[in-house]
């Protein structure tokens, strides 16, 4: 099963992108796994309903009719690192070919991706900001690919 996060606009600062990238490196040691950035920008006068549809239609334009999308948004289902890594192996017990995991903007989904995904998982209870998210997914990712193989990494 490929997985992949698909995230709105360009990772900032220069922390982030190596951790990212370090991260996801590991995640793919478990599962063919890509992130990517979709760079969109509007200019402040845009109303935040005409961004939200408008990332939603870039964000759907990146899909393949046969992926399984699931959103990672504050609304979502909680799942402890144990329960995401049963998340994935059902999805894997499922055939599912692609799954695909998508940080919207800063004016979350539009009901257009909602209506065309499967659900939605919430990383915490707390707020983060969309940067960070893509840190800590990419992380659980890995953690989740340890806890698969019975590897040291999580102590729980």
């Not at 999308?69 to 504050?74: A, H, S, V």
């Amino acid at each position: 099963m490929k997985i992949s996060l698909l995230a709105m606009q360009k990772t900032t600062g220069k922390q982030l992108p190596v951790l990212i990238a370090d991260y996801s490196g590991r995640a793919s040691r478990y599962f063919p796994f890509t992130y990517k950035e979709l760079p969109v920008k509007f200019p402040a006068s845009v109303p935040s309903q005409v961004i939200c549809s408008k990332e939603g239609e870039i964000l759907l334009g990146q899909l393949d009719t046969s992926d399984q999308l699931w959103l990672l948004d504050e609304r979502g289902d909680r799942l402890t690192s144990a329960s995401f890594a049963d998340f994935l192996v059902s999805r894997q017990q499922e055939n599912v070919k692609h799954l695909v995991f998508a940080i919207g903007g800063a004016y979350g989904f539009s009901p257009e991706v909602r209506n065309r995904s499967k659900g939605s998982i919430r990383l915490s209870d707390m707020t983060f900001t969309h940067q960070m998210v893509r840190l800590f997914f990419v992380e659980q990712l890995y953690r989740a690919g340890t806890i698969i193989r019975n590897e040291p990494y999580h102590h729980s």
